[in-house]
């Protein structure tokens, strides 16, 4: 995957929509709601980060949720958790229910009103299921889970799947944690991977991107060069590279992985922004 290393990419509100599969009109309701906020300065350009929005959103609207009944739903959510997007994502919990439920960053299940829910559905997962199948069994669960958005399901699954000391399971987990906002998991899962398959390029590329998202400059661009030693024409991870060492000020070496992004992936829907890099950044 590519990070948003230097916090520039932005996307269109139809780039958004053709990301994660949307009609263009179903984007642009959840813009007209506010539920999707353009980045800070602009009118119509939104940041990285609003691609696992909209994906939180797509789960909704794809089990019946309309534009109003989310927005209705996610200022009750406000309440009970007050960041925007952990607030959205605990209102996947109420998909199926009848009532309003949020799922805090901590895992309780909570009514807009602050009453404590038990979680028979949960409960009943982390004691009987774990038993009743393999690693292997609980890892191809995670992989459907995450290829049909449900993520929280997927992260369920994975956890049981840990236990088989795959890091091809760590790696997974990493990404839906990434997906959902947990950096700090996210990295502890790719460092895992990358423990148990030192050679793993994707996992070092991927430590890097949510390295640089919590701060750790350094340490992201040292484990892009690490993904970039052991797959040297790994396009995306001179991409990720370029853009930590642009934040760091180090010029004229993006300026080389820019170049060579372009070489390895001349086409991409990347391309034209990383020329333009190249030619703000004072390159061709």
Known sequence: MKGEAGGERTFTAAE????????????????????????RGTVRQFAFKEVGTVRTLAQLWRAGWTAPRIARAFALACTVVGDREQALAGLLASIGQRRITVRTPDGRLVEPGGQLLFDFQAAAAATELPRLRSPQDWFAI??????????????RAYEHALSGQSAETHFNLGNCYYALRRRGDAATQFAAAIARAPEYA??????????????????????????????????????????????LGCLQEARQHWRAYLTFD?????ADQVRRRLQANGGS
């Open 202 to 247: 994707e996992a070092w590329n991927n430590l890097g991107i949510v390295r640089g998202e919590l701060g750790d400059r350094d340490g992201a661009v040292a484990a892009l060069r690490e993904a970039l030693l052991i797959v040297p024409h790994y396009a995306d991870a001179h991409y990720n590279l370029a853009e930590a060492l642009a934040v």
């Open 16 to 39: 958004l929509a053709e990301l994660c599969g949307l009609p263009d009109n179903v984007v642009q309701r959840w813009i007209d709601r506010e539920l999707l906020l353009p980045q």
């Open 142 to 155: 995670g992989v459907d889970a995450e290829a049909a958005g449900r993520l929280e399901d997927a992260v």
């Open 266 to 270: 001349p086409n991409s829907r990347w």
